[in-house]
């Protein structure tokens, strides 16, 4: 959808919350889009790219973090658009270049991403052309220590990742490893404020401009987080089996607890924070609340994802 108001030749591809939004940008100077979906998604991210593109080759592919939802089209579009040129944050470069799938953290989430290659590092500190207009490459810490955030100052239009939604922020990750990183969400929200952006293209979601009154919610958030960090553990646990749901829509009993025992990230977060229990009676507890909530149900022997 394109947004009046917004710079430049900019749209924006919001799309259902298994794949991160995708933004592209159609300038004299070239095409590129930042953020490609998740790999189940890449027929649809081929399609909507082509749609947008009317006709024009892609230049280049921008990443705000390596999340499997937000570069898992990377190799579909590498392969259809043979010149286009990959640009990430550098904290992962090493590990994009030698493709560690553990360092990269799919395999401990059970997640996939093909394997795909970059050509150029999105430092902070530094701007990027993209629709003809120039971009600052801003360090946004918390969610993922590498991420980062793209605001163009003259209309103040921020691209937020998964640093800010309107309703809440991404799952805090290096907390549930043991790496305290509270501190580093709550300083992303203090450069949003600071940035005092009249626009915010999320990672998931709707592009929002009432910036405040999202920074009070996830700042209200945070803090409930930060004073109990199980309460955090469980949301990602239920995140990450959420995500799972979505990507395969219904699976059977058997099948969840074989997907549940299989991946490690599940069990490093109960050994931290739910030692007395075990493995198999939090994930039904995990399951039974998303049912609660509407977003799984189960019929017998198979459960099924819902809306």
């Not at 230049?59 to 190799?75: E, M, P, W």
């Not at 989430?109 to 052309?129: V, Y």
């Not at 009993?253 to 025992?261: A, D, G, I, K, V």
């Not at 991946?263 to 939090?282: G, I, N, S």
């Amino acid at each position: 959808m394109a947004v009046d108001g917004l710079p430049g030749r900019l749209k924006v591809m919001e799309r259902g919350w298994l794949s991160a939004n995708s933004i592209l940008f159609d300038g004299d100077e070239g095409t590129a889009v930042v953020d490609t979906g998740y790999v189940t998604h890449a027929s649809q991210t081929l399609t909507l790219v082509d749609g947008a593109l009317r006709g024009r080759t892609l230049d280049r592919i921008l990443n705000t973090h390596l999340h499997s939802d937000h570069c898992g089209g990377n190799a579909a579009l590498q392969d259809r658009y043979a010149r286009v040129q990959t640009y990430i944050p550098p904290g992962e470069a090493s590990l994009v270049e030698r493709w560690d799938e553990d360092g990269m953290s799919y395999r401990a989430t059970g997640q996939i991403c093909p394997r795909f290659h970059f050509e150029g590092r999105l430092q902070p500190g530094e701007a990027i052309s993209l629709g003809d207009v120039a971009w600052d490459i801003l360090a946004a810490p918390g969610h993922d220590p590498h991420s980062v955030m793209l605001f163009e100052p003259r209309s103040r239009t921020l691209i937020s990742a998964d640093a800010l939604w309107e309703q809440g922020f991404g799952v805090v990750f290096p907390e549930l490893m043991g790496e305290p990183s509270f501190d580093d969400v709550a300083a992303t929200f203090d450069l949003i404020e600071t940035l005092k952006p009249e626009w915010v293209i999320p990672g998931h979601g709707g592009v929002f401009t009432d910036v405040g009154g999202a920074l009070s919610s996830a700042r209200r958030r945070l803090e409930g987080f930060a004073k109990d960090p199980a309460k955090h553990a469980r949301h990602a646990l239920k995140v990450l089996v959420k995500f799972r749901l979505l990507e395969v829509q219904s699976m059977s009993h058997e099948e969840w607890l074989s997907w549940m025992n299989q991946t490690p990230y599940l069990e490093t977060m109960r050994a931290r924070f739910f030692e007395r229990q075990k493995l198999v009676e939090l994930g039904h507890e995990v399951l039974a609340e998303l049912i609660g909530a509407g977003a799984a149900s189960q019929d017998g022997m198979r459960i099924f994802n819902r809306s």
